[in-house]
């Protein structure tokens, strides 16, 4: 096993001890932006101001910061703005169902056209 190797296991050792005391998981900021769509900038301004807990840690590329994933996810639900994009993006993805919908309605209605006109044109040649 490579040092880069132990480094990262060290790492994700360490983690999971982390979530296993706090019986929370604690993850990377990039993490947590993932699985909460909060801006990392956002996430530093929380922990900056005492909104939640981080810890430094020794990542596998140097200090990495954690925090608490049910700490974000709460205090984002106490969020005015991320509430009204994550109803944009809600209220986007109901336009683009409905949109799909629409598209297929549409194809069929397109697919009886061309066979009635195929039946028309048979009709006529067999006249």
Known sequence: MSDWDERLSRWRDELELFA????????????????TGVSRSALRAWYRNGEIESRLVDGPNGP???VPLDAVVERASRSPRIQ????????????????????????????????EKQEKEKQEKEK
Do not use: F, Y
Not at 20 to 29: A, G, Y
């Open 20 to 35: 296993q005391l706090d019986e929370t998981p604690w993850v990377p900021l990039a993490e947590a932006e993932q699985e």
């Open 84 to 115: 009204r994009r994550a109803e944009r993006e809600v209220s986007l993805e109901a336009q683009v169902t409905l949109l799909r919908h629409r598209v297929d309605q549409l194809e069929l209605r397109l697919a009886a056209l061309e066979k």
């Open 64 to 66: 990495q910061r954690l």
